[in-house]
């Protein structure tokens, strides 16, 4: 595949696999969580690294999963001990992050880690950073990986879909049926840190939070269907993938940044003329019907 | 033979005592209000008895089982305002919740069991609104799908967050109808319940709850003035003042 073709693959994995989580963080009002998730993972992948000392995915994954986990762990912990939940993400999130950011001066000039990395990935660089096997060349491992954690989550989605409808809709009435609402919730994390990582290396930390959020969030105001708002939300993410390629190529700019823009873009078409509670719709609508009150 | 049996539950909330002492039993086959002043403790007993939160001490036994063993015979209702009603669903899919516990995890809904949620939407009377997103239902009508959501549930006890608050007149009856056939059929239910005026023709037990439980037994003995009082304290003045203690029925 060409150089190109790989960017825009791994653009469309991270759209679609930070797609349909972030539909269930958005449904879940947990959007601040996935920020949280998204940011202290840096944490997990620096320790993953001075673990094994190199960068290899799933030493990353395991890192970056355990660390999603004591987050989400510690935000609740913070919470129900009566810090406000707000302040409760903001001094897990920071503290975590920033302990990460300290870490990561530890790590030699060599290794392809650094801040700036971190925040804003390089998704241009993917294609160079290839898996080999039996000297035959498999392709980026961001693809690969991307590949492996969007497989995850549309197992576990499919596997827990009830289960997690219900939990998500009516956590009460989940957990008076016996259907065990703290491991879901913790599963869920553990996809967040997952999607977070694999991500990472095109994205980085904080536009990953726009592939995970803002595609959720268009998809909640364009559908009335849960089963559907994931699908729509997945598709949106790679449509916002597609559009971030071609405008970053077109206007030589950060196709990472491009993309993060163009979900912001798709957001604002769907708030505005999205067909049941567009602002423009609404509008439109009661025009409409003041015009006919008036002019019978 | 009791469908319910609870044993000295005590629950605190920052050091704050809940609830304290609280026990009673409940025979099967038997309607069952829940009595008391706001922030009395009343949904919290539901919810410490469904272990939906933690409890300090107490147990529950349902049909002579713990209540872990039984989590297929018993249906909730939580008070319309728990759930975010701008969820992406219909009523009919929200029904069909009710089903989950008895589909079990990892198996996918079939027809027949979306056959089962239409037939209890159209027991309360809802079936024309099956495709219907649940935001633009009514108050009612939202009430009436959880109701429905409860028979799909086919518990033999169920626990009802005052399922009246907020309801039109043809919803309330609709409720009532549907709880006296549950007790036809000896199923087993517990009500959190607001409207004094209402208890005596509504419920055969009454759980007078302040904190603790100030009486409980059949309606005719602990749905007494004096236990009014008790459990009220001066409040009760204030609610005889909408209606006559006459009216009340005390």
């Avoid at chain 1, 993953?48 to 000392?53: G, L, N, S």
């Avoid at chain 2, 549950?182 to 007078?208: A, M, P």
Wanted: hydrophobic fraction near 50%; include cysteine.
């Amino acid at each position: 595949m060409t150089y190109a073709g790989w960017i825009l693959l791994t653009g469309i994995l991270v759209g679609v696999t930070c797609g349909m989580i972030g539909a269930l963080l958005v449904l879940r009002k947990m959007a601040m969580i996935a920020d949280a998730i998204s940011h202290t993972v840096l944490l997990g992948i620096v320790l993953a690294f001075f673990v094994t000392q190199s960068l290899n995915g799933l030493p990353m994954l395991i890192g970056a999963g355990l660390i999603g986990l004591l987050t989400a762990f510690l935000v609740q912990w913070l919470d129900s001990s009566g810090v406000q939940s707000g302040a409760a993400i903001g001094v897990v999130f920071t503290s975590l992050f920033a302990l990460g950011v300290v870490l990561l001066s530890f790590v030699g000039d060599g290794v392809h880690l650094d801040v700036q990395h971190a925040l804003m990935g390089q998704i241009s660089y993917v294609p160079w950073n290839t898996w080999s096997l039996g000297g035959i060349n498999l392709g980026p491992k961001a693809v690969w990986l991307l590949g492996g954690v969007l497989l995850l989550n549309i197992v576990t989605i499919l596997l827990f879909y009830k289960e997690l409808k219900v939990s998500t809709f009516d956590p009460k009435l989940a957990a008076s049926m016996g259907i065990p609402i703290v491991f879901l919730h913790y599963l869920l994390m553990s996809l967040v840190s997952f999607s977070t990582v694999a991500s990472f290396d095109s994205v980085g930390a904080i536009l990953v939070v726009a592939m995970l959020i803002v595609p959720g969030a268009t998809a909640y105001l364009l559908t009335d269907r849960f089963g559907f708002m994931i699908i729509l939300s997945a598709c949106l993410g790679a449509l916002a993938a597609v559009m971030g390629y071609g405008l970053g190529v077109w206007l030589d700019v950060s196709i990472a940044g491009a993309m993060a823009t163009s979900c912001g873009i798709l957001f604002a078409l769907a708030f505005l003329f999205s067909p049941r509670q567009g602002v423009v719709t609404k509008w439109w609508n009661r025009k409409v019907l003041k015009e006919s009150v008036n002019h019978p | 033979m009791n469908a319910l049996e609870v044993a000295d539950i005590h629950v605190t909330y920052d050091k704050q005592p809940a609830l304290e002492h609280v026990s009673f039993h409940v025979p099967q086959g038997s309607l069952t209000g829940i009595i008391g002043p706001n922030g009395a403790g009343k949904s919290t007993l539901i919810k410490a008895i469904l272990q939906l939160i933690p409890k300090l001490s107490g147990d529950v036994t349902v049909y002579g089982q713990p209540l872990k063993e039984q989590r297929k015979r018993i249906g909730y209702v939580p008070q319309r305002s728990e759930v975010d009603w701008d969820f992406p669903t219909n009523a009919l899919d929200v029904v069909l919740m009710g089903r989950y516990g008895h589909i079990g995890m990892f198996k996918r809904v079939k027809k027949k069991d979306k056959a089962f949620a239409m037939e209890c939407l159209a027991k309360v009377g809802m079936e024309e609104y099956a495709d219907r997103q649940i935001s633009q239902l009514s108050g009612g009508q939202q009430q009436r799908v959880f109701l429905a959501r409860a028979i799909a549930q086919d518990a033999s006890i169920y626990f009802m967050d005052e399922p009246f608050a907020g309801v039109d007149a043809a919803t309330e009856k609709t409720i009532i109808e549907l709880l006296k056939e549950w007790k036809e059929e000896g199923r087993t239910v517990l009500v959190v319940h607001h409207d004094l005026q209402t208890v005596r023709s509504y419920f055969d037990y009454c759980l007078l709850l302040n904190k603790t439980p100030v009486a409980f037994g059949p309606t005719a003995e602990s749905f007494s003035l004096e236990n009014l009082e008790a459990t009220y304290g001066g409040k009760l003045a204030l609610l005889s003042q909408n209606a006559s203690l006459q009216e009340i029925g005390v």
